[in-house]
């Protein structure tokens, strides 16, 4: 028996390939973006996908001052633009990363807030505006971090 209900259907399946982010920025991964961030298994994977695309453009824009400054200084990738590492992974790529994600996630949550009239729906709403503002602040203090400057006044920018 077929299932036409209009409920959406869960992708117990994300797609583990490589989102290519240029030469410098190191590449997204959908599936540990998934994991990481407990992404709802009822949104489907282009829509994943894209939030990863545009939170990476967002963020390699409000970057881009530190990506000039970091490759005149001789660094080819982000990666190299920092020796220091924690468990053997490179702590500006990590906070690259958490700004990226974090950015996507607030998107995602944002995309998915209900604009119904029930108690219930604007519960949500105010629930979800509260976490999609938390996700784009830890957003702006990883990028505040990856530029050594302090997160006070960054989001503005």
């Not at 924690?86 to 995309?111: F, H």
């Not at 105010?126 to 990856?146: K, P, S, V």
């Amino acid at each position: 028996m077929s299932d036409y209900s209009f409920a959406p259907k869960a992708q117990l399946v994300r797609d583990d390939s490589d989102i290519p982010n240029g030469a410098f920025w190191p590449a997204l991964n959908q599936a540990d973006f998934c994991e990481q961030y407990a992404i709802d298994d009822d949104l489907p994977n282009a829509m994943i996908k894209n939030a990863l695309v545009i939170a990476a453009a967002r963020t390699n824009r409000r970057l881009n001052s530190f990506r000039q400054q970091v490759e005149s200084s001789g660094a080819v990738s982000l990666a190299t633009a920092d020796s220091s590492t924690v468990a053997e992974l490179s702590v500006v790529v990590a906070l690259y990363l958490q700004a990226v994600y974090s950015d996507a996630k607030a998107q995602l949550i944002t995309d998915s807030i209900t604009t119904g009239r029930r108690v219930d729906a604007e519960n949500s709403a105010r629930t979800g505006d509260e976490l999609a503002t938390h996700y784009f602040a830890q957003a702006t203090g990883a990028i505040a971090e990856i530029q050594g400057v302090s997160a006070t006044g960054v989001y503005l920018i």
